[in-house]
């Protein structure tokens, strides 16, 4: 347990003490509310769908959460660079508990960043319309952190340098990210692309935030929540799994 | 009896057709202090990686304790504690911090934790700087830290992969003399690898000589020098493989000559 304890806690220091990580994550969240809410809000009302900030909020709250959580994830590749990562790997501790203690660490950081912005989202107009149901959102938030943070450590486990890190930005978490849902409602989209964000598992992330913050939900609240731990125990054991057979 | 703690066998590493480490077989026995002594490239960190279980060999066998580290990783990861050649810190913590997660890693007890904290904060002069994030010290510093952490828990054996290089004498030492304490004290193993021959000939119990993942002799400092018929160990070296331990002072020849070589295996 303490050596669970001292690896989230580490994750939680180099995060508050990095402060421009915390602006970076913060501005980019905040930008695409203030810029998409602002820009396509007349559009979407035109079309009928209703308030766009409403609507946008949870998917930007979600964004903020894996953008975040994959970094953490991915920092083990830093780690690897800089060498910290062997100072752990021939510790006399289970592999195991080091991917528990760093995933933690990764998704308690994520889960807060979602917070914030959900309070800065808050000031842009955002209104939760089910107060009562915010402790489920919560649990979505720390799912969609976990199941992150997972993806990105499987990910950084089995590459080598950093050139591999922009490569995952741009070919996983981007179209993660724009075919999830996030910034547009998922009815009515064509065949194709509506099969894709049916895979893809932060759709349900995205769905399960809307239906408690907002009460819409495309896939149904019980859908999304039984998806997202099914794919996050998943995610865990093959991100454990590969990081036990890192290679230095 | 067993007082054989590390045994190798016919050890090899092939990295994409380099042969990094060549069939080499050596044993140590334990309560020894052990040199590792070879040019740069020679193999002597990967052996290492390969004993620390951080590497899969390609082939041969190795035994840490009664124990494989290819087999049974975890075994063998509570019988060492290492001091790597290259920085392992971690730069956004403090020089405290660092050891703290350290004792935690390696569950050395809280009441002790403190006070051997202190202690090797104060052999390394770092203990004024404690409160200071790794980040901003100089190379020497972080390396003295680096060494400090190692030696924070006592395992039963110790590798140290170049622990002294870039250190002024003073230091080397005072952390020498440690190091030796342990030994003497707990009966802690020392396998060590180092580009100062004069560090080795004074420390070392028995030593081994690789060159391009091959082992050339091992002995006593005595014997290696009485074999080669050298003054010095430093000379007994040269003899041993055509040139000087350290880079610096090997000539651009050699390191052609040394490519060429291990271009042709
Ligand atoms: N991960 C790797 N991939 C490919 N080649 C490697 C790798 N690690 C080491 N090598 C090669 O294996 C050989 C032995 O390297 P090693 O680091 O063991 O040498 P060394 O004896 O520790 O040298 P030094 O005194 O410079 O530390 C070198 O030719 C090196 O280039
Ligand atoms: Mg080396």
Redesign the pocket.
């Known amino acids: 347990m303490k050596v669970i304890y001292i690896l989230w806690l580490r994750q939680l220091k180099r995060y508050i003490r990095s402060k421009a990580r915390i602006i970076g994550s913060l501005g980019q969240p905040l930008l695409f509310l203030v810029a998409l809410g602002f820009g396509f809000g007349p559009i979407f009302q035109k079309a009928g769908q209703g308030n766009y900030i409403q609507f946008l909020a949870p998917g930007i709250i979600a964004m903020s959460i894996i953008f975040t959580a994959m970094f953490s994830g991915i920092e083990i590749i830093w780690d690897r660079q800089f060498g910290f990562l062997k100072e752990t790997l021939v510790a006399p501790v289970s592999r195991l508990k080091i991917m528990v203690g760093r995933t933690l660490g990764g998704a308690t950081v994520a889960v807060l960043q979602g917070i914030v912005v959900l309070l800065i989202s808050l000031i842009a107009g955002f209104r939760p319309t089910n107060i009562p149901m915010i402790p489920l959102a919560l649990v979505f938030m720390i799912l969609v952190a976990i199941l992150f943070t997972a993806i990105g450590t499987a990910i950084a486990s089995l590459l080598d340098d950093m050139q591999g890190f922009h490569l995952i930005m741009t070919f996983v978490v981007m179209p993660v990210f724009f075919l999830s849902g996030a910034l547009f409602p998922l009815d009515g989209l064509p065949r194709g692309v509506s099969i894709v964000a049916s895979m893809n598992p932060l759709s349900y992330g995205v769905d399960g935030l809307r239906g408690t913050l907002i009460g819409v939900a495309h896939f149904g609240l019980a859908t999304d929540l039984a998806v997202l731990i099914a794919v996050t125990a998943a995610f865990v054991a093959i991100g454990s799994y590969l990081f036990s057979k890192i290679q230095i | 009896m067993d007082k054989e703690i590390i045994t190798v066998k016919d050890l090899t590493k092939t990295?994409n057709g380099?042969t990094?480490v060549d069939h080499i077989s050596f044993s140590v026995q334990k309560t020894e202090i052990f040199g590792f002594l070879?040019?740069?490239?020679?193999?002597?960190?990967?052996?290492i990686k390969m004993l620390t279980t951080l590497l899969q060999p390609t082939s041969g066998s190795m035994l840490m304790n009664g124990h494989d580290p290819a087999e049974d990783p975890h075994k063998v990861r509570q019988t060492f504690g290492i001091v790597f050649?290259d920085p392992s810190l971690d730069d956004e913590l403090t020089a405290y911090e660092n050891m703290e997660f350290h004792c935690i890693l390696y569950n050395v007890p809280k009441t002790i934790r403190r006070k051997r904290i202190e202690q090797l904060l104060k052999i390394v002069e770092l203990w004024d700087r404690r409160k200071d994030l790794v980040k901003k010290f100089s190379g020497g510093m972080k390396r003295r830290l680096e060494i400090a952490r190692g030696l924070l828990h006592h395992p039963k054996i110790l590798f140290l992969d170049?622990p002294t290089l870039g250190l002024d004498p003073q230091t080397r030492n005072l952390i020498w003399l440690h190091i030796k304490e342990l030994n003497k004290k707990e009966g802690i193993t020392v396998f060590f690898t180092t580009h100062y021959m004069e560090e080795a000939e004074r420390v070392a119990q028995r030593i081994a000589i690789i060159d391009h993942g091959r082992i050339l002799t091992q002995g006593t400092p005595k014997q290696l020098k009485e074999k080669t018929r050298s003054q010095s160990l430093e000379d007994a070296f040269i003899k041993l493989t055509g040139r000087a331990i350290r880079e610096e002072e090997a000539t651009s020849t050699d390191r052609m000559r040394m490519r060429r070589r291990?271009f042709r295996r």
Do not use: R, V, W
């Open positions: 990295f380099l990094a070879g040019p740069n490239g020679a193999g002597k960190s990967t052996t050649q170049e291990l």
